[in-house]
């Protein structure tokens, strides 16, 4: 098994400094050598490739955009009718994947539309979020990038996420058969919707990518 490596996500940690550039300088001074951000779209492309440039650290991970966070958002790869949105997000993440020389980008899922039932859609999110996937696999294979997706938990964190447990995960993947698209495991969000951890890893291990821990305050 290979070492671990542990990234310092700036979305989370230094926020005491605004500027996302500024805390891949504050991420370096602290040791790391890699960094991941959630959305870095409201930060100068320029000011990032320079911070980046200047310390060494490696962007190893970025989110496609979030969507119309005031309509409450949260990623648009599964949403019904936001097609076309996605592929427009897609293509802003890839542009700051490549100035960054980022290698993965998380694709999300997306949240179940305001007042509607989660089974009653979750046929046709899933079948976008296929289409959006392969669409994505496409396009990134030919930039060397990979894509990931995450389940994110409906218990705690996001009641309307669509993705939301490993098991779902790893069905949409052998659907897809994409082998540039793969699984990022959380393993606060794993814990909480199905436990038994070591069993889950093993099953979807062929899938995964990364493993992440996001107990406890964010900012610690």
């Not at 539309?113 to 696999?137: C, D, S």
């Amino acid at each position: 098994m290979a070492p671990l490596k542990f990234c310092a996500n700036i979305s989370w940690l230094f926020t005491e400094l605004p500027d996302l550039s500024q805390r891949i300088y504050a991420a370096a001074s602290a040791g790391f050598q890699a960094v991941e951000a959630a959305w870095l779209y409201d930060t100068d492309l320029q000011e990032l490739q320079r911070a980046r440039e200047a310390t060494g650290v490696e962007v190893v991970l970025i989110n496609t955009p979030p969507g119309d966070v005031n309509a409450g958002e949260l990623g648009l790869g599964a949403v019904p009718g936001r097609e076309a949105e996605f592929r427009q997000g897609l293509d802003q993440a890839l542009k700051y994947a490549k100035a960054l020389n980022c290698r993965r980008i998380h694709l999300m899922a997306g949240r179940v539309p305001v007042g509607t039932n989660r089974m009653a859609v979750a046929k046709e999110m899933e079948a976008i979020f296929i289409q959006n996937l392969n669409y994505a696999a496409d396009i990134l294979s030919k930039e060397g990038v990979t894509g990931l997706i995450e389940p994110i938990n409906t218990r705690i964190t996001d009641p309307r996420y669509f993705l939301d447990s490993p098991h779902q995960a790893a069905g949409i993947l052998e659907k897809l058969g994409k082998p540039n698209i793969k699984l990022q495991m959380d393993i606060f969000h794993w814990q909480i919707m199905d436990g038994n951890l070591t069993q889950k890893h093993t099953q979807v291990f062929s899938h995964n990518w990364s493993c992440s821990d996001c107990s406890g305050s964010r900012q610690e």
